[in-house]
């Protein structure tokens, strides 16, 4: 509900620029099935009630959720046609829910609270996720770079498709593999993830490579495909 919320606003602030893309101006507000109105209302209702959700089972998350929302709809959006930068802040609240869940799930467990570790896994989970979501998502953005342009959206690491910027691509999915073996460094991801994310993170890599030596829309496509595909299957080894 947090997360519809925030998507809820931030279709409202690009209701204008939604209908300039072919990718979004389908989407209830901009096609006119949804007043912005309506959207506001049914934002703030999702907004805060899986706000007091959240906080019901402990403060830290309700804290968390709030933050969340803001730093997406009010300083991600905004900026997606400023800056670059906006993936790295986008990124944040992005990377926020598998941290929220953890923290949701272990709090209140127990009468002493959360212990380090508990901090140490809601962080790295974290990082798994903000490393993983660069190269996941300037590979959208090669691929619909024309799209986003209508927009005047500018979210390639230079502005456009060039070569330095798939070097950036392939670097992103470099530092990923590192960062993806954590949990099983930390001990509590287990072999059955490490294993998972090498292969993926190695794949991963791989197109970012072929990306940047050819220069082509069908190996952005191939990579997030294959990418969204078998981090599933290692977020799925980890919670077993």
Not at 93 to 121: C, H, K, R, W
């Amino acid at each position: 509900m947090v997360t519809a919320a925030a998507n809820c606003f931030n279709e409202i602030i690009e209701k204008v620029l939604d209908k300039l893309m072919d990718r979004t101006k389908d989407r209830p507000m901009p096609a006119g099935r949804m007043t912005t109105g309506q959207g506001l209302v049914l934002g703030l209702i999702m907004g805060m009630a899986g706000t007091w959700l959240l906080g019901k089972l402990n403060l830290e998350t309700g804290l968390i959720s709030v933050f969340s929302i803001l730093l997406y709809a009010f300083a991600y959006t905004p900026l997606k046609r400023k800056s670059p930068i906006a993936v790295f802040v986008g990124a944040i609240p992005g990377a926020l829910p598998p941290l929220i869940g953890y923290i949701a799930a272990i709090g209140g467990q127990s009468e002493i609270g959360y212990v380090p570790v508990d901090y140490q896994i809601a962080v790295i989970l974290f990082l798994v996720q903000f490393v993983w979501q660069f190269p996941h998502f300037w590979a959208i953005a090669w691929v619909l770079d024309d799209d986003y342009k209508k927009a005047g959206f500018r979210l390639l690491p230079t502005k456009k498709r060039d070569k330095v910027s798939a070097i950036i691509v392939l670097i992103s999915t470099l530092i990923l593999i590192p960062v993806s073996l954590l949990p099983t460094f930390y001990g509590f991801g287990g072999y059955y993830i490490a294993g998972v994310s090498v292969l993926a993170g190695l794949l991963f890599s791989w197109y970012a490579y072929q990306l940047m030596v050819k220069m082509v829309l069908a190996k952005c496509k191939k990579s997030n495909v294959l990418f969204i595909l078998l981090y599933s299957i290692g977020a799925v080894g980890f919670i077993i």
